[in-house]
């Protein structure tokens, strides 16, 4: 099976704390990629990160940084000194094949709420 | 960088009517269009992949002949809903990758209600 699995379906922070989004994959490819994105409440998904399976080193953006641990097939993203406009729905997505496309499959997403 | 234009935003439309969802890629050839449905706290499903100049390729459950999709162009891509019923009520979203690329360019969404 190829899929993405995040068991978190709501957080709730307080602003400043540190938050981390759970994201597990399943995947039958020896190299492949993995998504970030963020869905505020507009709708739109913002892309934050792509990363590819050959690099295991963490990832460090600012405020954001991701965990990427192969062995147990996680790719987990933290955000630091959270803020109330960190408020989105997150995905963790990652490219499975079908036919000659490669199509984006969905975690289920983490509604993400920072509180003031 | 890849930008997908995607229109309507939003649209209304009474029931038993057909709605077309456009996606333009302004800077780039999508050869590629694949076309997601989001229905509310739920995530992205895809619905239907299409290829500039064929047929597309629809997921198991999603109705071809109510869900028209056309790649005529490497820049157009449409999806029309036609007969809409409430339940067909969702946010539609694009989302096209490039040749030989491994990113994907998503448009901004079109949130049809149903009414």
């Known amino acids: 099976a190829q899929k993405v699995t995040q068991a978190q379906t709501e957080i709730s922070v307080v602003e400043k704390e540190d938050v981390t989004l759970d994201c597990v994959y399943e995947t039958r490819d020896t190299t492949y990629y993995l998504f970030w994105y963020k869905q505020p409440p507009s709708g739109e998904l913002v892309f934050l990160i792509r990363?590819?399976?050959?690099?295991?080193q963490n990832e460090i953006s600012g405020r954001y940084s991701w965990n990427f641990q192969k062995s147990t097939s996680s790719f987990n993203f933290t955000i630091t000194a959270s803020q109330v406009v960190d408020s989105a729905v997150y995905f963790c997505?990652?490219?499975?094949?079908?036919?000659?496309?490669?199509?984006?499959?969905f975690g289920s997403g983490t509604q993400l709420t920072v509180l003031p | 960088g890849a930008v997908v234009s995607q229109h309507p935003s939003r649209v209304i439309c009474k029931s038993g009517t057909s709605v077309k969802i456009e996606c333009r890629s302004l800077?780039?050839?999508?050869?590629?269009m694949f076309w997601y449905r989001q229905f509310p706290k739920q995530s992205l499903m895809l619905m239907a992949t299409s290829n500039e100049g064929s047929k597309a390729t629809y997921e198991q459950g999603v109705e071809k002949d109510k869900f028209l999709i056309n790649h005529a162009s490497l820049t157009l891509s449409t999806l029309t809903v036609t007969s809409a019923h409430p339940e067909d009520s969702s946010f539609y979203i694009c989302?096209?990758?490039?040749?030989?690329?491994?990113?994907?360019?998503f448009g901004s969404g079109t949130r049809l209600t149903v009414v």
């Open positions: 800077d780039f050839q999508a050869t590629t």
């Open positions: 990363r590819n399976s050959f690099d295991e």
């Open positions: 989302s096209a990758s490039r040749p030989g690329g491994v990113g994907y360019t």
């Open positions: 997505a990652l490219p499975i094949s079908s036919g000659s496309a490669r199509q984006l499959t």
